[in-house]
């Protein structure tokens, strides 16, 4: 959709607002699949993504397991002259993906025709990360600390704080409380792969194995293929804005923004055994939003990759009549 009718974007000085795309640089990613439920799923698609109106097409969970990612990201910078120019920083992101199909409706049928993948829950270690991330994109961001391996070391132990009111009540100061953990319970091979592609043919081929991982098509099928010849990361966002009172949204839509993968360094999968432990935060109730209960879950294709990728910038696919700028 165009923004020709929009107005320019003032540039102030104090605001930290820098243009995408960006490139990040020794992007070292761990991660772990997690089985919630698929209906607590699809509710959280639908009260955030599907509450943009458009008869043309909704959003459907492709799977009840979520993909929990740590990332440390060595450099992250605008490519664009003006902004890369003032320097670049490092930051940390983890992440609740959600596996999810833009259902289109063909003839009498209902079919798949596109997949994303939904960062629908994000923490990162630093403000200016968080200020561009919501205000640009949509991502829905908020400040943590954790802990996470540096590249090279064993995966031992991972963890995300966050401060929060726990439990909800007049009383309750905001404190920091530990949200999730992820601990190796069992040490065994690891298997290094030569490429991206060797990493999401291996993952493929484990996890439709398990038959109610994901629900796919042959639609979804062949776009999974496509992406081993041009991979990258189709990421679907749910952008807000709310008004002076908090009461409306004075623009509510859903964005587009492509992970675009410039070069892997290393992809590895692993045989250790993880074990993810959830924390009841009544800010952040993770068992209500995706089904991850309280307690300890496997974790399924624990893997690690270290590259370097593009953040291109977001493009609207569908907003809200009555939400403009």
Known sequence: MSDEHLPPFIQFPGNVIAQPPCRMLNANMYGFFVKGELQKV??????????VANSDFRFKALSQYTLLTFTDIESIASKVPKFRDQGWMQETDIIIWLPIAKMVQRDDDEKVDHIYWYPAFITVNNIYALINGRETWGYNKYLC?????????????????????????????????????????????????????????????????????????????????????????????????????????????VVHSPSIIKKVHSARIYRHEFEVTIH?????????????QPGKHAALLPFNVLMDFDQEPAFEIAKNNGASL
Do not use: W
């Not at 699809?42 to 509450?51: A, E, F, G, K």
């Not at 999401?200 to 194995?209: G, R, T, Y």
């Open 280 to 292: 009841q935060l009544d800010t952040f109730p993770l068992g209500d939003m995706f089904g991850l």
């Open 145 to 253: 600390d954790y802990q996470m391996p540096n590249i090279g070391d064993v995966p031992n132990y991972f963890s995300l704080e966050v401060n929060a009111f726990q439990p909800f009540n007049k009383d309750t100061k905001m404190a920091p409380h530990p949200l999730l953990e992820v601990n190796l319970i069992e040490h065994a091979d690891e298997y290094p792969l030569d490429d991206f592609v060797e990493l999401v043919k291996e993952a493929f081929e484990i996890l439709k194995s398990d038959t109610d991982f994901f629900d796919l098509d042959i639609n979804a099928i062949k776009q999974l293929m496509r992406g081993f010849i041009n991979p990258q990361m189709d990421q679907i966002l749910f952008k807000q804005l709310p008004n002076g009172d908090g009461s409306k949204a004075v623009y509510q839509g």
């Open 42 to 51: 699809q509710r959280y698609i639908d009260t955030t993504l599907n509450c």
